[in-house]
């Protein structure tokens, strides 16, 4: 049994995250913000007749975050890179050419010559 190569290889950290993975981070990333939302409005309470600077501020804080959390969490996905930026390149190897009793060898038409002392290919 051969081993077939696809010709590419990629690192697996170089690939998106999964969609379940995806969602449970920005469910994480939600319920965090919802949490200190409400450790701010908390605060408001607590400190409105105490410090009413600091107790605006949390009441700011409160009154932003819902939001700034829904964008956050409504955000999507990460973009698909079309090459990872770990990308590891597939040794080369030559083409495999058919033998010259298969098929019938095609000319390699010769360069004109033009006094240059380049390499000329190989008409066979």
């Known amino acids: 049994m051969r081993k077939q190569s696809s010709g590419q290889a990629f690192r697996i950290t170089g690939?998106?995250?999964?969609?379940?993975?995806?969602?449970?981070?920005?469910?994480?990333?939600?319920?965090?913000?919802?949490?200190?939302r409400t450790v701010a409005v908390v605060l408001t309470v607590v400190l409105w007749n105490v410090e009413?600077?600091?107790a605006i501020a949390t009441l700011v804080l409160g009154l932003a975050l819902p939001y700034i959390a829904v964008v956050i969490a409504?955000?999507?996905r990460e973009n698909a890179t079309s090459v990872p930026k770990t990308f590891i390149a597939a040794p080369t190897r030559p083409m495999l050419t058919r033998e010259a009793s298969d098929t019938p060898a095609e000319s390699v038409p010769e360069?004109?010559?033009?006094?240059?002392?380049?390499?000329?290919?190989?008409p066979s």
């Open 52 to 54: 009413r600077p600091v």
């Open 111 to 122: 360069r004109p010559a033009t006094g240059s002392s380049g390499p000329r290919p190989d």
């Open 15 to 36: 690939a998106r995250q999964g969609l379940s993975e995806d969602v449970r981070g920005r469910q994480r990333r939600y319920v965090i913000s919802m949490a200190v």
């Open 74 to 76: 409504n955000a999507g």
